[in-house]
């Protein structure tokens, strides 16, 4: 069964600094891999994901990740945090390719951004 | 383009009262999905529909049921609430074929 991890409740970062939010996932199957950001009080809007192409993916607002199918790991990073990077950012799996999969998410992370 | 879209934005219900919440898929869309993300968790998929039949379901009761028509909107209906359904209810849509999901900005039901 698939399953994703997050490693993190909170993370709390100063403005300008290096951002850092790990996933760990477990897939019986070649993993799709997606990274979410949510907002207060709104939906999921997609940041980037991972199809078995190439391991480092870039995504929306500066965010990016690696696929370390060694480390079954999805981690995202942001070379420079900025304000409005604060929100709630959740870690998905699915478990098949098309739009047949379900989405598997972790927890969730929320991100701070100190001024 | 409109998005998805879900309806109605808020609902309050008592203990063992039927709801129904709405959902319109993104343009081109054929296929809907539902979550449920309780405060402080991550979405859990409830079931997924594809051609107005459902096609996945996750680990929910049968109290939870939906539909979908045929212009791919669909309808999430939960059937005696209790407590713990209250919840973010998030609908989201993808292509068949496709396996990216858009979200809507999802119904907030309290059951009291």
């Known amino acids: 069964a698939q399953s994703v991890t997050q490693l993190g409740s909170h993370v709390s970062v100063s403005e300008g600094a290096l951002v850092l939010l790990r996933c760990n996932y477990s897939s019986s199957v070649p993993p799709y891999l997606f990274w979410y950001v949510q907002y207060p009080n709104q939906g999921l809007q997609l940041l980037l994901k991972y199809t078995s192409a190439a391991t480092l993916v870039k995504g929306i607002n500066g965010f990016e990740a690696e696929f370390k199918k060694s480390e079954t790991s999805f981690h995202l990073t942001k070379p420079s945090a900025h304000m409005s990077d604060a929100a709630e950012y959740f870690c998905a799996v699915s478990d098949r390719g098309g739009s047949q999969g379900n989405l598997i998410f972790g927890k969730g992370t929320k991100l701070s951004v100190k001024p | 383009d409109a998005g998805v879209t879900q309806s109605p934005t808020h609902l309050i219900k008592t203990r063992g009262q039927q709801v129904t919440l709405r959902c319109s898929p993104k343009?081109?869309?054929?296929?809907v999905s539902w979550y449920q993300q309780a405060l402080g968790q991550g979405p859990q998929f409830i079931f997924q529909y594809y051609e107005e039949e459902e096609r996945q379901r996750g680990n929910f009761p049968d109290r939870f049921s939906g539909h979908q028509f045929p212009n791919y909107s669909s309808e999430l209906n939960v059937n005696a609430l209790l407590l713990g359904d209250s919840a973010l209810y998030l609908c989201?849509?993808?292509?068949?074929?496709?396996?990216?999901?858009?979200f809507g900005p999802g119904t907030r039901l309290t059951v009291l």
């Open positions: 989201a849509s993808s292509f068949s074929g496709d396996n990216e999901q858009f």
């Open positions: 343009s081109g869309h054929d296929t």
